[in-house]
């Protein structure tokens, strides 16, 4: 039996979690949620067509890969039309599509679009929070939790491709992808501690150039861990 050289199930998993997280962060009002869930269970779907399709039940899990991207894209469909302004459909809908994009690469058409789709997705999920920042002033510790959840997807997800490439889709590679994922966001966690700590006697918005420094920091942090 030939082996799936994808992402691993598990790493999709944490990593599509952290990225819901991110944009779970930025969300600010009830009216927000229904494009918010919607998104989320058409991932979910996805993820499960997926593993049925590992699992060598090929038609229903393409079916229900099929239902859940549909659901997704219903999902960012209402994201940019929900009431309450243009800057809260747009830094809504660009969070949701961050995930989106994401998931395309962590459930590849084709394998050589996995890394580039996960960067374009961390990157929209990073570019929802720096613009709900500059566009309504977000709150210190929920910018910071929505930047370390991005960032902890994008590690996931790094690795999720790396363990597909080496041992497989189906490589029980659970246990060794959740340690990391929890030592990622230990470490970003720590991280805003840290900065809320720096932050404590400032006011409870971010400036611009501030943000961007943040941001610069925590990316250099992330990539050291794959040295």
């Given at each position: 039996m030939s082996v799936e050289r994808t992402p691993t199930l598990a790493g999709a998993g944490v990593a599509l979690g952290a990225a819901l997280g991110a944009v779970a962060a930025l969300v600010d009002a009830p009216r927000q949620l229904v494009p918010f869930a919607a998104v989320g269970v058409g991932l979910l779907v996805v993820g499960a067509g997926v593993a049925l399709q590992a699992n060598d039940r090929r038609i229903a899990g393409r079916v229900a890969a099929l239902v859940g991207f549909g659901v997704g894209?219903?999902?960012?469909?209402?994201?940019?039309?929900?009431?309450?302004?243009?800057?809260?459909?747009?830094?809504?809908?660009?969070?949701?599509?961050?995930?989106?994009?994401?998931?395309?690469?962590?459930?590849?058409?084709?394998?050589?679009?996995?890394?580039?789709l996960a960067v374009v997705g961390t990157a929209l999920l990073v570019g929802a929070a720096a613009l709900d920042s500059v566009l309504h002033g977000i709150p210190v510790p929920r910018l910071l939790a929505s930047v370390t959840a991005a960032l902890v997807a994008w590690d996931a997800a790094e690795r999720a491709i790396t363990l597909g490439e080496q041992v497989g889709r189906r490589a029980r590679t659970a246990t060794v992808e959740l340690l990391r994922g929890g030592a990622t966001a230990t470490v970003g966690a720590l991280a805003c501690v840290v900065s809320l700590a720096a932050f404590g006697a400032t006011p409870a918005v971010l400036p611009t150039a501030t943000l961007a420094l943040l941001l610069a920091v925590a990316l250099l942090a992330t990539t050291s861990l794959f040295a």
């Open positions: 894209l219903a999902g960012l469909g209402l994201a940019a039309s929900v009431p309450g302004g243009l800057f809260a459909q747009v830094v809504l809908a660009t969070g949701l599509l961050g995930a989106y994009a994401l998931s395309l690469g962590l459930y590849p058409v084709r394998r050589a679009w996995s890394r580039p």
